[in-house]
């Protein structure tokens, strides 16, 4: 029984209230029943009914309209809030606390219907959110409306179920003479029910025996052809084969037509996609959009391409190895996934004969280009596409050493273009079964070798190449794969040629065998069926393909169920691949990390250990710092004053020249018999060599003094205490590569000429500090010569008696014969101190029977070498006492030694030889402080860009294991970096 609570908003309501309200239902015979209860207000209640009417009157009233209770302003009861019910009611009257639970609880409620209304909205809100969404997706899904034409409509299939039904049914009601045909059907009821249930929808078979007329005929293979078929164009069949056929070319069409869709959604992207990297690089902003994981494992693989340690760790990330039997299409089929020919095709012949690591990335054109160059091929063009094949050919043959037909050295290239998946691919040298004329003995284990190597990594994807024109018995490479990866989990099988295998070896159950895995004795992950090529090198890619898409659309390979849809064209082969590679990356990229971090553990602890107090510094760092001291010393070549500019010139002037002066000009001159002879001989001479010779050497001794100045500034820190030698050879190329880059002015020789000559021309002295000048200048001169000749005459004759006796030396037998014809010699000038340079023929013959005279037989030559010596020796006396003489001289000069008997005129000569000295040092430091030391500047900072740029040499100036550690420590850093980057994205993804 429904029970009606007496209640207001703050509580029950008062007795005032309950007795106006029965008042009201009394007069309109309206009557409530009321159950007592024990509570308080229940009492006042029974009070105010009591005086209204009895207990047992109102138990026999039957209730029939809505009660109101009058709303009291005194009383503050805002609405009315009961209502009769239809059927008979007990009046409950509660306590005041039993009212107030209520009233919270309907309180609550009230904010829920408020809540509601929020949650409602929301939901519309988010609908229409969605719906927007979706219909945004839907821009990028390909339109399938096309294959309404080709799916029957469910009516058009019940209207068939239908007439088959009562045909069935008419056929074995009506034909009396056909009862046969019932029995027939009765009794092999149970097998033609299986038949059609294998052939034909469910619960078709059922039909049309049993004649059903509510059996649900539903489709479940999808039927490819027109949308209304008759069951006229169905029965007209005449075998299952036909059938199959038509169905599996459609399905081939269809698949076909959709992978078409795929690849225009495809190629609209990568226009897009290049638009956008064109628009990036003309504007020089680039957008700040998220690296995809594509983009990050591309720049792992950038860093691992350069890193090479100890580790080897830089092998362990996933490769696709693409191997197989010489000419099986192994670089056809590279050159498909890549999307552009670039390997050098050969006849028959072998024509990779080294590895080539092929990087694919993605850019807005499809370019090529090698590691260690700078050249990009445009792919596009047929032209850089056979100038790419020539430089990949002429790099194999160079990387082949003299007697090998095979290279372990890798060609590093990388392919960009739109739209290709950035994958590392290594194309391998052909497996050959026989070495012919002209191959190295070692060929065929040579390339084995390399094959296996570079399968060794357990991450590396192996594509085994197979002819599938030729027979599986020749086949090489099948065993060699299944001993790398013998349960083929990291193996894809690839059947080639299979256009000519259908036209010539067609044997559907043998390429069946090959395409399940049941004919090689190896396993694989996935099996394909590709078509590379015509035979002919001049086909492009697309022609390839759409080739390849109209064999497989017709091959009774298909037809006959040996193909299977996903086991057919490049494009499929490509995806499982990239598929393979990816699914590698995310297996083993974590392990890689590790390996990093450990590796970077051991190389920080050994730099530690090792070079503790020396701040770490890579290759290029140290090279920047080499770079400023350099060009630091450079600078300070200005701080040398021209007065020491000047003195270091003047001293590798005569050093250059004194030889030639001493031997060729003063010393012949000197056997003049006067003055004027001798004048005249020096004229001469100084003519000659200050046209030709001088100033030659005087450029000379500028150059060389420039450098060895800057020299001494480079390398005057290595004798320090705290000297770090790492730099001596960068210092020392870049020393030798301005040596070789500097030229002198040529226009500063001439010059030179123009003063030397007319410097020379001048033989007067002006004042007596000049002639004092001079003779110190001859003095100095010929005290050295002196010197020089005393030393290399003892050197001839031995050490002398008391040198013997003194540090016991002891003479040779040609010391003693040296001592021996000196003294003989020696004899000539006591005879005539006047003597000339040479000896004539008497005097040879003289002093040889003297010296046999002694039992000392030497040779003319002898003699004359001796007399070299001797000669020079008392000439330099001669003159270094005559120049001694000279020094009061200068007053007989002016008055042209008439008098005096003094014969000066060699005084004369060094004077002419100092000045020329002193005008050339001059000249020489304002080349030097206006343009030489500029020019060498700008060439010292040429040769610092060049080696900076030239990574390989930089390599061997900068080497030692403080810098190798260095480099490792830098790109372990680096790589862990990236490598943690592409993992924190991979596992956003997941």
Request: hydrophobic share 35%.
């Amino acid at each position: 029984m429904l029970t009606v609570l007496l209640r207001g908003h703050f509580g029950p309501y008062c007795g005032r209230c309950v007795k106006k309200s029965l008042a009201v239902a009394h007069k309109r015979d309206l009557h409530v029943w009321l159950r007592t209860q024990t509570s308080a207000n229940t009492a006042v209640l029974r009070n105010i009914v009591s005086k209204t009417q009895t207990h047992r009157q109102i138990l026999a009233l039957q209730p029939r309209n809505v009660y109101q209770i009058c709303n009291f302003s005194a009383l503050r009861i805002a609405r009315p809030i009961l209502r009769a019910p239809s059927s008979p009611y007990k009046v409950i009257v509660f306590s005041q606390r039993d009212m107030s639970v209520i009233g919270r609880l309907a309180g609550g409620f009230g904010r829920f219907l408020r809540v509601r209304y929020l949650i409602l909205t929301g939901a519309v809100g988010g609908g229409v959110a969605v719906n927007k969404k979706i219909d945004s997706w839907k821009e990028y899904f390909p339109d399938l409306d096309w294959m309404k034409e080709y799916i029957p409509e469910s009516e058009a299939l019940a209207q068939l179920a239908s007439s088959i039904r009562n045909f069935a049914k008419h056929t074995m009601e009506t034909n009396e003479q056909m009862s046969w045909l019932k029995t027939k059907l009765s009794d092999n009821k149970k097998a033609v029910v299986d038949w059609l249930s294998q052939h034909s929808p469910p619960d078709l078979g059922s039909t049309l025996v049993e004649g059903k007329t509510d059996a649900n005929v539903s489709t479940t293979t999808a039927v490819f052809g027109e949308a209304k078929a008759s069951g006229a164009e169905y029965s007209s069949d005449s075998t299952d084969k036909k059938r199959l056929e038509r169905v599996q070319g459609e399905m081939m069409e269809v698949q076909l037509r959709y992978q078409k869709e795929i690849e225009r959604l495809e190629k609209d992207n990568r226009e897009l996609r290049k638009q956008l990297l064109l628009r990036e690089q003309k504007s020089g902003k680039k957008r700040v959009m998220k690296k995809s994981l594509i983009d990050m494992y591309s720049e792992v693989l950038d860093d691992l391409n350069v890193y090479d340690s100890s580790y080897n760790t830089q092998d362990n990330l996933p490769r696709v190895v693409v191997v197989g039997d010489q000419s099986s299409g192994k670089t056809s089929v590279l050159e498909m996934i890549a999307q552009a020919r670039i390997f050098p095709r050969g006849s028959g012949e072998m024509m990779t004969r080294s590895p080539v690591k092929v990087t694919l990335s993605e850019g807005p054109f499809h370019v090529a280009k090698f590691k260690d160059s700078n050249r990009e091929f445009d792919l596009t063009k047929e032209s850089d596409l056979a100038a790419l094949r020539r430089e990949v050919e002429l790099r194999m043959k160079a990387s082949v050493q003299k007697g090998q037909t095979v290279s372990n050295e890798c060609i590093s290239m990388s392919v960009a273009g739109p739209g290709l998946q950035r994958m590392v691919l290594v194309d391998l040298p052909g497996i050959i079964s026989t070495v012919t004329t002209g191959m190295a003995p070692d060929t065929k284990d040579s390339i084995k070798g390399m094959c296996k190597s570079h399968m060794e990594n357990p991450n590396s994807i192996i594509l085994c190449i197979q002819d599938g024109s030729l027979d599986a018995e020749r086949s090489n490479v099948t065993e060699l794969v299944s001993q790398m990866d013998p349960q083929g989990k990291r193996t894809i099988f690839v059947l080639t040629k299979v256009d000519l295998a259908e036209s010539s070896l067609y044997n559907p159950d043998r390429i069946k065998s090959i395409l399940e895995g049941r004919l090689f004795p190896m396993q694989a992950l996935g099996y394909f069926a590709v078509v590379t090529g015509r035979g002919n090198t001049n086909d492009s890619i697309a022609s390839i393909k759409d080739y390849e898409d109209r064999f497989f659309r017709n091959s009774r390979l298909f037809k006959d169920g040996v193909l299977k849809p996903t086991q057919m064209t490049t494009q499929n082969l490509s995806m499982a691949v990239s598929d393979i590679f990816w699914k590698m990356v995310k297996e083993t990229v974590e392990q890689q990390a590790d390996a990093f971090k450990a590796t970077r553990f051991n190389l920080e602890t050994e730099w530690k250990n090792t070079f503790p107090r020396i701040r770490e510094l890579d290759r290029n760092e140290l090279f920047e710092k080499a770079r400023g001291e350099i060009l630091d010393e450079v600078i300070n070549l200005s701080q040398v004053t021209p007065k020491q500019w000047e003195n270091i010139f003047y001293k590798k002037l005569w050093e250059k020249n004194a030889t030639h002066v001493l031997e060729n000009i003063y010393l012949p001159a000197a056997q003049a018999e006067n003055s004027g002879t001798f004048n005249t001989a020096v004229d001469i001479k100084l003519k000659g060599w200050a046209d030709v010779q001088l100033p030659k050497r005087c450029v000379e001794v500028g150059w060389e003094t420039l450098h060895e100045e800057f020299e001494k500034l480079v390398g005057r820190d290595q004798d320090k205490k705290h000297h770090d030698d790492i730099f001596n050879q960068l210092k020392s190329a870049v020393i030798e590569g301005s040596k070789e880059r500097h030229k002198w002015d040529e226009k500063a020789e001439q010059s030179l000429r123009v003063i030397q000559v007319n410097i020379l021309e001048d033989r007067s002295v002006s004042d007596k500090r000049h002639w004092d000048s001079a003779i110190k200048f001859m003095e100095d001169t010929l005290k050295e010569k002196l010197k020089q000749s005393e030393d290399s005459l003892r050197k001839l004759t031995g050490p002398s008696t008391t040198e013997q006796w003194m540090y016991w030396q002891k003479q040779t037998q040609d010391n003693k014969d040296r001592s021996a014809t000196k003294s003989e010699l020696e004899k000539l000038f006591h005879t005539d101190p006047q003597h000339k340079s040479h000896l004539s023929g008497d005097e040879l013959t003289t002093a040889r029977k003297n010296l046999q005279s002694y039992s000392i037989d030497v040779s003319n030559d002898f003699i004359r070498e001796t007399w070299y010596h001797v000669f020079r020796l008392n000439f330099f006396k001669k003159a270094l006492y005559q120049a001694q003489q000279c020094k009061k001289g200068f007053y007989y000069y002016q008055r042209g030694f008439s008098e005096s008997g003094l014969e000066c005129h060699d005084v004369v000569l060094f004077w002419r030889l100092l000045r020329m000295l002193e005008v050339t040092s001059n000249s020489l430091r304002q080349q030097v402080v206006n343009n030489e030391a500029r020019r060498l500047e700008r060439i010292i900072k040429d040769t610092l860009e060049d080696l900076g740029e030239d990574k390989e040499r930089l390599e061997k100036l900068l080497t030692g294991r403080r810098v190798m550690l260095a480099e490792e420590l830098k790109k372990v850093r680096q790589i862990q970096d990236r490598l943690e980057e592409f993992i924190q994205a991979l596992n956003k993804e997941k």
